[in-house]
């Protein structure tokens, strides 16, 4: 009793240095668990990976190909080493060929893909939302807008909201995200997902402007802005989403500071596909097998196979001449006055059918009390401040920047495609269905 009497003196004579030290040995029991889940979590998966590994391989089979595009600086420079810790490994023991391209700058994923092995049977994405839509956007520009190569995606960015769609949701287990997805890749289901085009309407202030890719979402206003500010404040950590509602600065959209956004919407309805707009989408584009040859001998091995081939029969496909929609061309218009605008494609929505854009229109954000309540709601995803949302096949956006009163003097409003910034100007967004094909569970 007297040891244990000593003790409480000293803890109460010690009280701060007492606490610090409970601090510390909390944070390393915790970190000593958590890395123990996390070598159990990757020995199963190494163990799954190992089964494709040493499966054997027949002659009429090759060895997969697959290039990885590496962004190093994606999520504040550790994106690189969660790579060798967490997918690597699973694609080394999987037994497929792996090759890797850094990139080295802002922009030079769309330039890498031209240096893929032709040979390549997949291309894998190792960032966040940034360089995977910079991939995709090389890849249309130089090999037309339906991608024969699948893609697969690593979430080691700061946003992956593809990833995040496909695989698990729950970001707090980001390197059960990062495995989940490294095996898709290793197992080979794909499904097809929707891409949108981005095209400048004033074209005639450049000689050739080429169009922009998107794969999650476009955003113009309130939203980009507070998530933007909130990496200030990543010394609060989860905070400093509501650090940046009060500490916003003059530069968010709201009627007492940047100004509110206004533009003029112009947009055709969505369409599962009609005799006017059938001609422009790829996807529907039908490719006629190639002619199975006859065997020249009877007792020829191939004979069997090759009049089973020739008697199966092919499903027809639509004739999407003889389908008429009255309301496929038709442009409707809308001036819209709000603090945020939000795009995004239906790649969410398993239910629907039909291809289409959704662009959702935001509240009117007046004053400070305003922007922590909807503000909040905005950077939760929380559908209920949204004013009005639009479905469309193509919407053009045409700022109205004269009638905005801009007080700010910070940096210049943008629009973020898939969280990367471009300057406001006019531009039509089409929806490009079934696009793209990625590697999911």
């Not at 969660?82 to 699973?90: G, H, K, N, R």
């Not at 199975?292 to 007792?299: D, F, G, I, R």
């Not at 006055?337 to 629907?352: A, G, M, Q």
Request: overall charge positive; some cysteine.
């Amino acid at each position: 009793m007297g040891k244990i009497a000593n003790l409480v003196k000293v803890v109460r004579n010690n009280w701060k240095k007492s606490l610090f030290a409970t601090g510390v040995v909390f944070y390393g029991v915790d970190y000593a668990v958590d890395q123990y889940r996390v070598s159990c979590l990757m020995r199963a998966y190494c163990e799954s990976a190992l089964k494709y590994g040493d499966a054997p391989v027949g002659k009429e089979h090759k060895v997969r190909r697959i290039t990885v595009i590496l962004n190093p600086a994606a999520n504040k420079k550790r994106a690189k080493k969660q790579f060798e810790s967490y997918c690597a490994p699973l694609l080394y023991l999987s037994g497929v060929y792996v090759s890797i391209l850094e990139t080295e700058k802002e922009g030079h994923a769309r330039n890498l893909v031209d240096k893929i092995d032709p040979r390549t049977d997949a291309l894998v994405i190792a960032g966040g939302d940034g360089t995977l839509s910079e991939a995709v956007t090389g890849l249309m520009r130089s090999n037309g807008e339906l991608c024969k190569i699948p893609i697969g995606v690593l979430p080691l960015g700061q946003r992956n909201s593809l990833a995040s769609i496909l695989f698990e949701r729950d970001d707090s287990n980001k390197v059960e995200k990062m495995a989940q997805a490294t095996m898709a890749i290793i197992k080979g289901n794909t499904k097809p997902i929707d891409v949108f085009r981005i095209e400048p309407l004033d074209k005639a202030e450049e000689s050739n402007p080429k169009p922009v890719y998107g794969v999650g979402t476009l955003e113009w206003g309130l939203r980009r802005e507070l998530r933007r500010q909130a990496e200030n404040f990543w010394y609060l950590g989860p905070l400093g989403q509501f650090a940046t509602l009060v500490f916003h600065g003059s530069s968010v959209h709201t009627t007492s500071n940047r100004g509110l956004i206004q533009a003029r919407l112009r947009f055709s309805p969505p369409c599962a596909g009609c005799n006017k707009c059938y001609k422009y989408r790829p996807d529907l584009v039908v490719i006629k097998p190639e002619p199975v040859p006859n065997a020249s001998k009877w007792w020829n091995f191939s004979s069997l196979k090759n009049r089973r081939l020739m008697t199966q029969t092919v499903e027809p496909a639509v004739d999407y001449t003889k389908i008429n929609n009255e309301h496929c061309s038709v442009m409707e218009e809308k001036v819209v006055k709000t603090s945020d605008l939000y795009l995004t494609t239906s790649i969410s929505n398993e239910i629907s059918n039909i291809p289409k854009i959704t662009l959702k229109i935001g509240p009117v954000v007046d004053h400070q009390g305003q922007l922590l309540s909807d503000g909040l709601k905005l950077l939760q995803e929380n559908d209920s401040v949204v004013v009005d949302e639009l479905e469309a096949k193509q919407v053009e956006i045409t700022p109205l920047l004269e009638k905005v009163n801009y007080r700010s003097k910070e940096k210049e409003d943008c629009i973020a495609i898939d969280n990367e910034d471009y300057e406001v100007r006019p531009i039509k967004v089409t929806i490009l269905p079934n696009s793209v094909k990625v590697f999911c569970n």
